[in-house]
């Protein structure tokens, strides 16, 4: 699997925006960028997917750079409830399952 | 939307004990479901794709006689810890995917907490 770069943790304030980040250089042309997040003592929750285009969903936004090897996850008026770990995730069109990294722990300051 | 069922949510049992976990999916039919397991401050670890009517692959490190994955049907598989341990203590997570692969996300259960005394 094609690795990603996210940072440890950010720090956002409550009701302003968030941008998190993803590098995946070695990203492949057949490579979607998936995001997840996960809450405390949960499963994994699905944020969004794309692969070429930007995308928009009603938790977020996905930004991808021309090249694909970068990408940035857009909350864009964060609560309370968005404090979680978001994990950036490479997943080939043929793979089956998910391997995670480490992630980024997102604080959220009231 | 697609749903993943994991029962139980919590097992505190005693050393020694084989311990099983079970993974459904509610609403959708799946032919292979993911077993990971997360340590606390940890990210999740993939441990063993369950496959339908066959047997399960395991990734590197697991042990397949201590970690028993059964998929008997298409909505359900289970893992069995066997002869669990303190060690062994930790969060169990199963996923499955709803549909054909190409890009699709995966649904995951709310975990299973495991504490061995």
């Known amino acids: 699997d094609a690795k990603t770069t996210q940072p440890n943790s950010m720090e956002s304030n409550e009701e302003e925006p968030v941008h998190l980040p993803c590098n995946h250089s070695t990203i492949s042309g057949t490579d979607y960028i998936h995001w997840y997040r996960q809450l405390p003592s949960q499963g994994p929750e699905y944020v969004i997917h794309?692969?070429?285009s930007n995308v928009n969903n009603r938790m977020a936004s996905l930004a991808i750079a021309e090249d694909r090897k970068s990408s940035t996850l857009i909350l864009h008026r964060a609560t309370l409830r968005d404090a979680a770990v978001y994990y950036c995730i490479l997943r080939d069109v043929g793979d089956d399952k998910i391997i995670f990294g480490k992630g980024t722990r997102l604080h959220i300051l009231p | 939307g697609a749903v993943v069922s994991q029962h139980p949510s919590w097992v505190i049992c005693k050393s020694g004990t084989s311990v099983k976990i079970e993974c459904r999916s509610l609403d959708f039919q799946a032919t292979t479901m993911f077993w990971y397991r997360q340590f606390p401050k940890q990210s999740l670890m993939l441990m063993a794709t369950s496959n339908e009517g066959s047997k399960a692959t395991y990734e590197q490190g697991v042990e397949k006689d201590k970690f028993l994955i059964n998929h008997a049907s298409l909505t359900l598989s289970t893992l069995t810890v066997t002869s669990a341990h303190p060690e062994d203590s930790s969060f169990y997570i199963c996923?499955?995917?709803?549909?054909?692969?190409?890009?699709?996300?995966?649904?995951f259960g709310d975990g299973t907490r495991l504490s061995i005394l």
């Open positions: 996923s499955a995917n709803p549909g054909t692969v190409n890009g699709q996300p995966q649904h």
């Open positions: 794309g692969l070429t």
